[in-house]
């Protein structure tokens, strides 16, 4: 299954605006990033498939990696929409979802004649329970994890949050045609039938993950902006600061700060080393300058 939008959504969560302005929800959509880009990896879209899955037995472990990888890609991708949403963690439906994967490890291990390695390890073992598990588990994790993340949304349907949750309810159906495959398929005599369910997944998860890639930028972007503006010009103004009166030890040292701390974090931390500087060296700034520091003083004192 290919997780190639769902890396891309991730990443999207997590453009490097959020490290220069360290929020709490662009911690879990790095881990999210992690997580995905290593689901992506293992599909064989970078090194050969057969490459990949030859060092772990030959065995299509790699395809189990892929389902865990992207388990918990969306788990914490999920909590940090819960975080931006401002939603409570109901911890028994917060960490369900990570229940499934002992499940998935051990219908995996049942399943008979895991080998060769090949992209359609799931569909031409579908005629054994084991892989009906497997495959079904981790489906219904996903499922799980999606719809509660539309259920955390549903008194914000409105504007970005709107698109997100419409597109996140297309990936929701796209995940269900996968389900009724794998149950039709298994426990039915209307395979034809089953398998012309299951091509809508395809179609259906890029389409909503697309939609909701779209809708998660512009609702992430519209939450960081206002703090980009009022702090970023600021930042870089005290950063190049240090750096051309070698205030630090380290020349990497503002780099560092600016890349490293909250903006409004390093702009107090810039501060303070320029003040420093002014007293270890029995100087003042040209006025210009102080002129500058202590309106970004004012600022500061302002937001506090």
């Given at each position: ?12 969560c997590l453009l490097r605006i959020p490290s220069v302005i360290k929020v709490a929800e662009s911690r879990t959509s790095w881990v999210a990033s992690v997580f995905g880009l290593a689901a992506l990896y293992v599909l064989g879209t970078v090194t050969p498939l057969e490459d990949i899955d030859s060092h772990l ?248």
């Open positions: 299954m290919k997780l190639l939008l769902f890396a891309l959504l991730s990443a999207l037995g030959g065995v299509n472990v790699t395809n189990l990696l892929q389902a865990i990888f992207a388990l918990l890609a969306i788990f914490f991708f999920n909590d940090s929409v819960r975080r931006l949403a401002n939603v409570p963690v109901v911890r028994w439906t917060y960490y369900a979802p990570l229940l499934s994967i002992p499940v998935m490890i051990a219908s995996f291990s049942l399943i008979a004649g895991k080998a060769p390695t090949a992209a359609d390890f799931i569909d031409t073992r579908m005629d054994q329970l084991a892989t009906a598990v497997y495959s079904g588990t981790y489906m219904f994790a996903l499922l799980f994890t999606v719809l509660r993340i539309i259920y955390m949304l549903r008194h914000n349907a409105k504007g970005p949050y709107a698109t997100f949750s419409a597109g996140l309810m297309v990936v929701a159906v796209a995940v269900s045609c996968h389900i009724a495959y794998v149950v039709l398929y298994y426990f039915s005599p209307w395979d034809d039938f089953a398998r012309a369910i299951g091509t809508w997944f395809d179609r259906l998860f890029y389409i909503g993950l697309t939609v909701t890639a779209a809708g998660w930028l512009i609702l992430f972007l519209s939450k960081q902006l206002p703090r980009l503006r009022l702090w970023m010009i600021d930042a870089l103004w005290l950063t190049a600061m240090r750096m051309r009166v070698n205030a630090d030890r380290s020349r990497v040292s503002p780099a560092w700060d600016l890349f490293n701390e909250t903006l409004e974090n390093g702009v107090y931390k810039s501060l303070i080393v320029l003040h420093n500087y002014e007293r270890v060296n029995l100087m003042e700034f040209p006025e210009s300058v102080q002129g500058r520091i202590s309106h970004i003083e004012a600022k500061l004192d302002a937001q506090t």
